[in-house]
């Protein structure tokens, strides 16, 4: 691997303030969190921001048919390589996840320059990730990717604000959502995509590694589990005439602890909704609703697990004489990583002497929607306790420095 003496502690600086920068007034909704999403002044200021830094260093600045921006140095359809995150945040966000991203690929295009590399690079940041605006995630890659139909634009995905479609709002800011489809485009010509992201976990923080190589991100099933049981006076009713549907949920909480643990290999399971009905102190529960989330980087293993637990909460139900339904609400396979990218990160990782490990994402990104199409991976960073989507969010851009080196060394390798 070429060495390029990057002088790490100068990129650290400029990602530091460029971050610090855009969580300013200008560019947030909220005086407590960073607040921003698609088609608001203080999203439209964060673009225009980075267009602006982008066009100093040579780059040719668009947007896509309802708001992803692309910046290039080569002429578009020309083989490029794709770095980029999101600058949208949740409503409740801090300073990181996502513009941290965007900062550092920022970074590496800045490097590219510098040091004369001549790398043909293309930074995208995509539109309205974090579901903030319209209550869908991934909402910029997905239409890149064709994940959705023309129905949802124009009427399904609605504004949480107002109740307005995705559409008119599109409309509105000066898009043209009826192009939708031509989205498809932004993605013509990659030969490879890097994302770098905070980990959003403490696995990092943990083990004290700088830097993790994503080779996998989790894909999931959402479900329910309704158990049916027989509503009773709680006084009234002895233990040994009870149908209480919350046994079951006991139940199978602690067996889906019990899966996962055994099936290891990044698998998680959590009961994250409860509802009880009717709820009250005194009253024996007629039915009782719980959901399911499972997920991990090997379809087959996460999914076994999902189809156990199912099973085995109608066992249980029909053990205590009563009934459970399952009902799968959504699944999304993983999305494995390019060996051959993350083989270069790996080397460029291994050339600084940093410690770095190799990991899942437990978390989706719109690197999801990319892999589609494009050999892809990404970069983590720790973030401090793991904490994010909070503004107590914290991450150090050394270590976002450290990424943006990585990733140009990788880039410089695979050309
Ligand atoms: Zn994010």
Not at 295 to 310: K, M, N
Not at 371 to 387: Q, S
Request: charged share 25%; proline share 4%; net charge negative.
């Amino acid at each position: 691997m070429a060495a390029i003496a990057v002088d790490r502690e100068r990129s650290a600086a400029l990602i530091g303030r460029d971050i610090e920068h855009l969580s300013g007034a200008a560019y947030t909704r909220s005086t407590e969190a960073i607040r921003r999403y698609a088609y608001t002044p203080e999203y439209r200021n964060t673009l225009d921001w980075f267009a602006h830094e982008l066009e100093s260093i040579g780059f040719t600045v668009t947007e896509d048919a309802v708001g992803t921006m692309v910046a290039r140095n080569r002429p578009p359809g020309e083989p490029s390589f794709g770095v980029g995150s999101h600058c949208d945040s949740n409503r409740n966000g801090g300073k990181y996840d996502g513009t941290m991203g965007v900062v550092t690929a920022l970074e590496v295009c800045r490097l590219n320059v510098e040091h004369d590399l001549g790398l043909p690079l293309q930074l995208i940041s995509f539109l309205e990730e974090e579901g903030s605006g319209f209550g869908q995630m991934l909402l910029g890659s997905r239409i890149i990717a064709q994940r959705v139909g023309e129905d949802d634009l124009r009427d399904r995905f609605r504004a949480v604000d107002d109740g307005r479609s995705f559409w008119e709002h599109a409309e509105a800011a000066g898009y043209e959502p009826a192009r939708w489809r031509e989205c498809a485009a932004v993605l013509d010509g990659l030969t490879g995509w890097i994302e770098m992201h905070i980990e959003q976990a403490r696995v990092l923080q943990d083990t004290e590694n700088r830097i993790g190589l994503v080779d996998a991100i989790a894909g999931y099933v959402h479900a329910d589990v309704v158990v049916y049981g027989r509503g009773d006076h709680a006084g009234a009713t002895p233990m040994d005439l009870r149908l209480d549907p919350t046994l079951v949920l006991a139940e199978t909480a602690i067996e889906l602890e019990r899966l996962a643990r055994a099936a290891g290999r990044g698998t998680v399971g959590t009961i994250g909704e409860v509802e009880v009905d009717p709820g009250l102190i005194n009253a024996i529960a007629s039915s009782v609703r719980f959901s399911l989330d499972i997920r991990g980087p090997l379809d087959e293993v996460y999914r076994g697990v999902a189809a156990e637990i199912a099973a085995f909460a109608q066992r249980a139900a029909e053990e205590r004489g009563m009934r459970a339904d399952y009902a799968e609400r959504q699944a999304l396979p993983a999305t494995p990583m390019d060996d051959r990218i993350v083989g270069a990160l790996e080397a460029a990782a291994a050339t600084t002497g940093e410690p770095y490990r190799r990991m899942h994402s437990g978390a989706a990104h719109d690197t999801m929607c990319v892999a589609d199409r494009v050999p892809t991976a990404m970069v983590f960073v720790p973030c401090v306790d793991g904490i994010s989507h909070h503004p107590a969010e914290d991450a150090d851009p050394a270590d976002a420095a450290l990424a943006a080196e990585i990733i140009l060394l990788a880039i410089a390798s695979l050309q």
